[in-house]
C-alpha cells in the first residue's frame, strides 16, 4: 500500500505560533490523539490567517471552506510538549490552493509531523465555489499556481 509523503519548499512558510498539548489532548496510547492535532491544525490554519487579515468566516457572503486534510506523523508528542506550527500557501488555482505545515518540537528539534490543508473559497448566499478574491492572492504574491 502506498504511503502518503509531504515535502514542501522550505521557502514557502510565512508565518509560525505555538500551542501546548493539553492533558485533554492525549489518547488512550499516552501521546497526542489524532483528533486533537487536527484541532490543533485547525488552530494554527485560524491564527495565520488572522494575521494576514483574512476571515473564514462568510466576509460579504464569501467564505474559506477547507476540502482535505492530509496529515503524516514522524514522532509522537505528549502532554506539556511546546509545538511549533509552521505555516504556508502554495498551489493556488482559480478557486483555492493548500495550506502546509510543519510542526516540531523546538525543545529537541524534533519533527512530529507535516500536513497539508487544501481549501476554496465559497459563496454561501449562492451555495457555490467562487474565484479567490484579488485581495487574497495578492497577499501572497511569491505563490505559485496551477492551471
Not at 488552530?43 to 487579515?53: D, P, Q, V
Amino acid at each position: 500500500m502506498a504511503r502518503l509523503s509531504l515535502h514542501f519548499p522550505e521557502d514557502q512558510y510565512c508565518y509560525q505560533t505555538q500551542l501546548t498539548v493539553r492533558v485533554t489532548d492525549i489518547n488512550g496510547a499516552n501521546h497526542l490523539g489524532n483528533d486533537s492535532m487536527i484541532s490543533m491544525i485547525s488552530e494554527a490554519r485560524a491564527r495565520f490567517l488572522f494575521e494576514f487579515g483574512i476571515t473564514e468566516a462568510a466576509s460579504e457572503g464569501v467564505g474559506i471552506i477547507v476540502t482535505d486534510l492530509a496529515t503524516t506523523y514522524k514522532a509522537e508528542a505528549h502532554a506539556r510538549d511546546q509545538l511549533l506550527f509552521e505555516v504556508g500557501v502554495m498551489d493556488f488555482n482559480t478557486y483555492g490552493g493548500d495550506i502546509t505545515f510543519r510542526i516540531t518540537r523546538p525543545a529537541d528539534s524534533t519533527l512530529v509531523a507535516m500536513a497539508k490543508s487544501g481549501f476554496v473559497f465559497f459563496n454561501y448566499p449562492s451555495s457555490q465555489v467562487t474565484p479567490m478574491p484579488e485581495a487574497f492572492r495578492n497577499k501572497f504574491p511569491q505563490v505559485n499556481w496551477l492551471n
